[in-house]
């Protein structure tokens, strides 16, 4: 397809979500050959799948039965991507809230508004926190130094949810994150 490289229309959907156990097929509609590759063009490919090449007018299969996210490309035309998300998915995280992070990592909002950020993202069921239990510590209740920098690392995508949510869970166990119900 002509451009699709500029708008993400390679693959038709480019994103896709099912259950575990589907089959997914791919329809070459294209007038050229191409693939579907599991991995990326930096990365290379996972060994998960491979059609081979896929002339015009071919067909080509995948049985998904694990949960987990899947990138796929063509080997040919390293430009067309494509995903498949199989299972529970995340809901996204806004892009304001990693945004927030960065701008409070550099100290451009103050600690209210990054920590309404993050009871929004719990309260959304965005950012999954598993029970934690408070602590009564009298300690102090200013965020450590190493919470913002994870923020900032976070905003950049340096570090993955998992990482940062550690972080969170660590304010929510000392009592200087409280989160409301």
């Known amino acids: 397809m002509p451009g699709c490289e500029t708008d993400d229309s390679c693959y038709l959907p480019p994103s896709l ?4 156990n589907q089959v997914v097929l791919w329809d070459n ?3 050229s050959a191409h693939t579907v590759t599991s991995g990326t063009p930096d990365e290379g490919t996972s060994g998960i799948f491979d059609s081979g090449i896929i ?3 071919e ?4 049985k998904f039965e694990e949960n987990g996210s899947y990138d796929y490309y063509c080997t040919l035309h390293p430009w067309m991507i494509g995903s498949i998300t199989v299972g529970e998915t995340k809901p996204a995280v806004p892009e304001w809230i990693k945004n927030n992070a960065g ?3 550099e100290g451009a ?3 209210d508004a990054f920590v309404q950020g993050i009871q929004y993202l719990i309260k959304e069921d965005v950012l999954r926190i598993p029970p934690t239990s408070s602590s009564d510590a009298s300690g102090s209740n200013e965020i450590p130094a190493w919470i913002k920098n994870n923020a900032g690392w976070w905003a950049e995508g340096a570090i993955d949810d ?3 949510v550690q972080g ?3 304010l929510i166990k000392e009592g200087i994150l409280q989160i409301q119900n």
């Open 17 to 20: 979500n099912i259950e575990p």
């Open 29 to 31: 509609k294209d007038s």
């Open 55 to 57: 002339a015009a007018g």
């Open 59 to 62: 067909k080509f299969s995948f």
């Open 103 to 105: 701008w409070w990592a």
């Open 109 to 111: 909002i103050d600690d």
């Open 162 to 164: 998992d990482a940062f």
């Open 168 to 170: 969170i869970q660590y």
